[in-house]
């Protein structure tokens, strides 16, 4: 079960989630102008502190693939994290012009035509992130909300050959129950693990905990083989 912390925000947030044993870290780029974004400055700085083996993303909310390579182009991270609505001719360009870089797509299950939009997005990244949020509303991630754990389970069951993120309202009280609903490669949390905004180290341990525990625990009917993030 691989553990991805997001809206990571200093230096002391990046050594604090990879003490808890974080496999990936999320940026939130200034393009979002959410709570939590950070310069491409801090990003750069943060990013080189992050030690191999574990993933860097940076997390954008455009659109087009000429302003993503523009403004994210010189970034050293991993993957990049597209946040609004999927466009398939976006995905094919940043397939082909940067090949470095792993392609998370988020994908907001608001209801169950969100399994059509994610057999969609497959073919063209190497994982999908399963939030909660609304497009057309402008909430593109950390909302803190639970989505429809059922609906996220169709789609794993619908792309079992892509990495599956799961996010939306996940914290130390619930993980263990969405992880056995959904069976997902990965948990992606953000305000789950905070504490009036801050990474809180009690609630880290114990929601990487609970995550770690259910998905190596063999119950439910989770399928043996999982991919891994490729590249």
Known sequence: MQIKICCISSDEEVDA?????????????????????VSDEAIVRMA?????????????PLIDADAILTHHGHLPVD??????????????ALRRRRSDWLL????????PEAVDLARAVAPWVDGLILDSGNVNGGRLGGTGVVHDWTVSRQI??????????????????????AVRAV?????????????????DDACLVRFTHGARAAGGSGRGPCPERRPTPAG
């Open 17 to 37: 989630a990879v003490a808890a044993g974080a496999n990936a870290l999320g940026f939130v780029s200034s393009q979002a102008r959410k709570v939590r974004h």
């Open 48 to 60: 080189a502190r992050v030690p191999l083996g574990v993933r860097t993303a940076v997390l954008t």
């Open 79 to 92: 993957a990049l994290q597209l946040v609004n609505r999927p466009v398939l001719d976006t995905l094919r």
């Open 104 to 111: 998370w797509q988020s994908v907001h299950v608001a209801g």
């Open 156 to 177: 794993r069951d619908a792309v079992p050959d892509r990495f599956l993120w799961l996010a939306g309202g996940l914290r130390a009280s619930n993980v263990e129950a």
């Open 183 to 199: 069976c997902p490669d990965g948990v992606d949390v953000c305000t789950g693990v905070r504490t009036a905004g801050r990474l």
